[in-house]
């Protein structure tokens, strides 16, 4: 019990030093967003341009993974351990941070969501060459955001499974990697086959069966990251 | 940061997706929007109707979404969607330029060649990207403009 309580509070601070550390992430994130706004709405209006929902998601997909890449590195895990924070409650944290970082995300563009629709009737009220429309319902609204969630959490995950190898192991999985990477831009075949069974596993998908699909490559992603980290030496 | 500012920004955050969700339409309600009695003519064109024509190019009607049609009517019509925020129609029929190109001696192609004269800006509130993956709610985008040919004209593209 005493244990178990200790175990908790480690878990806690540990998740409160990550918070400490995503504050300047999140900061980012916002910048971004409220910058594409402005850009959007007020600097230089481009004749067309998509909706915070849509860049919320991109920037999503480029941020985490590399969020992943930095938290996976030698020197940051290395700074988490202290007794009685262990590898097991390290990857723990890790794994709540892919499942929480990206819905506070989601949540956040569909507060810029509501920001944009306010700019573009202000708009609307001084220009006559601005026009919008929604293009949103409510099943598409929750379908986006679930698939969009379960999307951003199984490339997360992915990465930070690749970086949590790559870190104790650059060599060899270095090498895969660029032996990867080249086959796939130097080998027709073999960039055939990898977009045929990437084609086969999304290709004319439900939502179940798809957030499926994401949920259990994500769940084999966490399985695969968590052996090079428990393997890891710690001084 | 101080824990009540943290509760009070996670309390916005779940509003913002109740208040996106509350302010979107339901499927049914979208899909009457973008019925074909929600469209309103903006420019029309005599064409021959006793021909089998083909319509050769379109060009984009870049920044809206456009959709071809082939309708019971007479005449090549460009119709607007009437349920779009500001006053589109009116601002179409004074600024369109659309102009037909027959191929001479069949005059059974014709090029259309249409342009804004004017800038125009456009903001799409649309959805996560993702849903295009399901064929459902790539029904559900809906098309801002509509180019209208009779029965007995097709498109070539």
């Not at chain 1, 409220?34 to 860049?55: R, V, Y």
């Not at chain 1, 319902?137 to 969630?149: E, M, N, R, V």
């Not at chain 1, 199984?154 to 660029?178: D, E, N, Q």
């Not at chain 2, 509003?15 to 509350?22: G, M, P, Q, T």
């Amino acid at each position: 019990m005493l244990s178990q309580n200790s175990r908790l509070r480690a878990m806690k601070a540990l998740l409160y030093g990550y918070y400490l550390d995503f504050k300047l992430f999140f900061e980012i994130y916002f910048s971004i967003l409220l910058g594409l706004i402005i850009s959007k709405f007020l600097i230089t209006p481009s004749a067309s341009s998509s909706s915070s929902l849509n860049s919320a998601l991109i920037n999503c997909m480029i941020m985490l993974p590399v969020a992943m890449m930095v938290i996976t590195s030698n020197s940051e895990l290395k700074k988490k351990f202290s007794f009685p924070v262990d590898r097991d409650l390290l990857v723990l944290c890790h794994i709540l941070l892919i499942l929480v970082l990206p819905l506070v995300m989601l949540l956040m563009s569909c507060f810029f969501y509501l920001v944009e629709l306010l700019l573009a009737e202000l708009t609307l009220s001084v220009t006559t060459n601005f026009f919008y429309s929604l293009a949103i319902t409510k099943s598409s609204f929750l379908i986006g955001f679930a698939i969009s969630y379960m999307a951003i959490v199984c490339i997360t995950a992915l990465t930070w499974m690749v970086s949590a190898w790559f870190y104790r192991h650059k060599v060899p999985v270095g090498v895969i990697g660029a032996a990867f990477i080249l086959g796939l831009i130097y080998l027709d075949d073999f960039r055939d086959s990898v977009f045929g069974l990437i084609g086969r596993l999304f290709h004319n998908p439900t939502p179940g069966l798809l957030s499926l699909k994401l949920a259990v490559i994500t769940l084999a992603a966490f399985a695969l990251g968590y052996i090079p980290i428990k393997r890891m030496e710690v001084k | 940061m101080n824990k009540w500012v943290m509760i009070a920004l996670s309390i916005a955050l779940a509003l913002s997706f109740a208040l996106v969700y509350a302010l979107s339409p339901s499927d049914e309600a979208f899909l009457s929007r973008y019925a074909s009695g929600e469209y309103i003519t903006v420019a029309a064109f005599d064409v021959p109707l006793d021909i089998n024509g083909i319509v050769d190019t379109v060009n984009t009607m870049y920044p809206f979404t456009m959709k071809k049609v082939r309708m019971d009517i007479d005449k090549l019509e460009v119709r607007v969607n009437r349920n779009i925020s500001g006053n589109l129609a009116d601002f179409l029929k004074a600024n369109l330029d659309v102009k037909l190109f027959f191929v001479p001696e069949t005059y059974d192609r014709l090029n259309t060649e249409i342009r804004f004269p004017r800038s125009v800006y456009r903001f799409s509130a649309e959805t996560f990207a993702i849903v295009g993956w399901f064929e459902h709610f790539r029904e559900l985008l809906g098309n801002e403009i509509l180019i209208c040919v009779p029965m007995n004209y097709t498109f070539a593209e």
